[in-house]
């Protein structure tokens, strides 16, 4: 007869049943609710000691209901002591610990159902939930091991990109010495074109300044000239003063386009006086007349404004109109001191314009090219000043990149520069790692930020799980908002979900690459019961 060799599946079967065999064989008898570490405490043979070593039972009171030992030891199985620990071994999945008080609440808290003992009503779905534990474990396992992949090279790219901005932070500082030294000559130069410049226009400043006081005496007298025309045109009884009386039979002081003057039309282009004598005619009465009248003889006319009509007079309206049996609705006028106000100091620029133009002294060769050359320098000055602000400016910007913290080795470097959106049916959601959070609604364009960049936040043993930006935009009539971003492990850079949980306090779930590395993990989270 010819034999066959096991195959490997048959053996590693004798295998695995050899070893249970071997763990039943040698599984040590402990009492309800106590762990295998713990088992050598409670030895059936001896008297049982409290573990604060206060008082010695009898083994049999172990687990008797009653609570003997002050810290509860003596009560693992049952639920007589409110501080003693009820251990689940949980065979198949994860062992666990819960508080004896739990015992026998008719809650199922063990899968394995020790826990309820009494009632026997919770089945035994450990080995369930551990081959679902395992499988999420394998897989969480392949996401951290090829986002693992993916942080290392998101982790030289981050080193990469810091040793640039070193350097670039060193050629930059050279430059900045070299502009600054390129500024100090042109300002040197600068002040030299203009001291030679000021010299040479010095002569032409007087004659300029001599032509301007002409100009202005000749001014003031054409504007003496035509007020003292004016006051004598109106001062009909030749009195020396012209009153209300003698304005109200000025139709163009009409100012809300009545028909007449009134008492009070009249006095106000009069300093609001009764009468007035030339003198103060000429200072006070004059200014707010001037316009009127250069209105009135078609010398000056105010400039039609947007959605404006522009005036008709009364009687032009009356020839347009198609029904000349109707008299027309008079136009709307602004108040008249309104416009005087508006226009004179137009008035007053043109005439600035022109007495600029009108003194303005043509230079010499000489001279002429000696301006030149100091505009030129002023030019040449403003130039290198500006190039030694923006090479500042620069400089800043890499100081405070290579402030911040982008991990022990550089990982999160990548993301700085990027943002990421969440959008739910109402908001727009934009995380811009190591600058700020904001928040758009649909239906606006306008940004209201949640918080800016301020540090890392995460538990001492992995500081780069949590985010915080704050100082964001102020509630109404609440604090500033801020947001908190909790970084998860994943193979892509994705915000995940959004959430307020306070008011004005928001939550941010982000997974990236750069958050796939080992965290140290305790004992108890990842043991198995056989």
Known sequence: MKRHRPTNELILHVIVAVLILNIAKTEVPRPRGVSLSRAGLYDPTKDFTCFDNTLTIPFAQVNDEYCDCADGSDEPGTSACPNSMFHCTNAGHQALNIFSSRVNDGICDCCDGTDEYVSKKCPNTCKERGQHAREAARLRAELVKAGKQLRNELSAEGIKMKQQKKDKLVELQKSKIEAERVMKEKEDLKKQAEELESVALEEYRKIED??????????????????????????????????????????????????????????????????????????????????????????????????????????DAREVNEEPDEEPEPPQYDDEEDDEEDEEPAEEHHEEDETDTNTKVEYDEETQKLVSEATQARSEFTDAEASVRNIQSEITRIEEYLRKDFGADEAFAALEGHCFEYTDHEYIYKLCPFDKAVQQAKSSAVDTRLGTWSKWTGPEGNPYESMLYDHGQACWNGPSRSTRVQVSCSSENKLISVAEPNRCEYLFEFSTPAACYEVEQHPDDVHDEL
């Open 210 to 315: 001599e032509i301007k006081a002409k100009k202005a005496i000749e001014e003031a007298e054409m504007i003496r000239k035509e007020a003292t025309e004016t006051f004598e045109k109106f001062n009909s009884n030749a009195d020396g003063l012209l009153s209300i009386p003698e304005l109200q039979t000025r139709q163009p002081f009409d100012k809300d386009h009545n028909g007449e003057v009134s008492e009070e039309e009249a006095r106000s282009f009069l300093d609001n006086r009764e009468s007035i004598n030339l003198e103060d005619f000429i200072v006070y009465a004059w200014p707010l007349m001037k316009p009127i009248m250069m209105r009135e003889q078609g010398v000056f006319k105010p400039p039609v404004g947007v959605g404006e009509v522009e005036e008709v007079p009364l009687n």
